[in-house]
Every structure is written in structure tokens, then in C-alpha cells.
């Protein structure tokens, strides 16, 4: 039984993230955009290191001006790791985003395309209030747990 659950579970993020595939090249930058933010968040500490360490020989009084300026590059450049960790972050977020709000309008789409092929009977012996909050609520459902997953799958 908890198979058949996880594979049915599985096909409907595959079929969720079909939606996506039109926008596999933004996916794709968004992703780069991750790792580049991540290797840089990586590389700030590293940096910061080097800066205490010039700090610790200025304070001692036995540095010169060559450890003066390494002080401030190291610095600099930390801060230049730090804020382009933050863009790139903002950035890749916003692109996913995004995307899944236009996989989510695609979804939408194919539904009002298929509700307009049902028969009249349907609608007969359905409400129109209850289809509508049917779909608005699955279809919040669907977006929530695609950014979600996206996310989930990223990280």
C-alpha cells in the first residue's frame, strides 16, 4: 500500500513538473545562478580569515603598509562574495518563481481547455460554484507544493 502511495505520488510531480519543461532554460540559469551564490558563500569565511589575520599583524604594530592593503582587499572582497551570494539569490528566486507561476497559468489553462470539453450534463448536475472552488483550491494546492518542491529539490 505505502508503494503504490510513493508511486503515485511520484507520477503526479513528474506530471506537475512537465509544466515546467517549457521553461527548462530559466530552470536551468536559476540553478547556475544557485551554485555560483553557493561557491561564493563558501569562499566569504575563507576571506574573512585572511582579513582577521592581516588585522591581528596591523594591531601588533609589525605590519606595513602591504598588510594594510591586503587588510582592506580581503575585505572587500568578502563583502563582494557576500553581496553577490544575496543577488544571485534574489535573482534565481525570482526566476523560479517565476516559472512556476506560468507552469501554474499553463495549468489553469489546460484545465478551462478540458472544462470546455465536458458535456452540458455535467454541468447540469454540478454546480458552478462548486467546480470553481474545486479547481481554485487545487490548483493553490498544486502551486504551493511546486514551488515547494522545486525548492526542496534545489537545496
Known amino acids: 500500500m505505502k508503494k503504490q ?8 510531480l513528474v506530471r506537475l513538473l512537465s509544466y515546467l519543461s517549457a521553461y527548462k532554460g530559466r530552470m536551468i540559469f536559476a540553478i547556475v545562478l544557485l551554485l555560483v551564490a553557493c561557491v561564493l558563500y563558501a569562499l566569504a569565511p575563507f576571506f574573512m580569515g585572511l582579513a582577521i589575520n592581516n588585522l591581528g599583524s596591523i594591531l601588533a ?6 598588510v594594510v592593503q591586503a587588510f582592506f582587499i580581503d575585505l ?3 563583502f563582494g562574495c557576500y553581496a553577490v551570494y544575496a543577488i544571485f539569490s534574489f535573482i534565481s528566486n525570482k526566476i523560479i ?8 497559468y499553463d495549468l489553469r ?6 472544462l470546455n ?21 487545487d490548483v493553490e494546492t498544486v502551486s ?12
Open 144 to 155: 504551493q507544493s511546486l514551488q515547494t518542491s522545486i525548492f526542496e529539490i534545489i537545496k
Open 117 to 137: 470539453k465536458l458535456p452540458l450534463n455535467y454541468y447540469d448536475t454540478t454546480t458552478y460554484g462548486d467546480i470553481l472552488a474545486r479547481l481554485t483550491n
Open 97 to 104: 518563481i517565476a516559472a512556476t507561476q506560468r507552469a501554474v
Open 76 to 78: 572587500v572582497i568578502m
Open 5 to 12: 502511495s510513493q508511486k503515485k505520488e511520484r507520477s503526479s
Open 61 to 66: 604594530n609589525n605590519a606595513g603598509d602591504e
Open 109 to 114: 489553462k489546460a484545465i478551462d481547455h478540458k
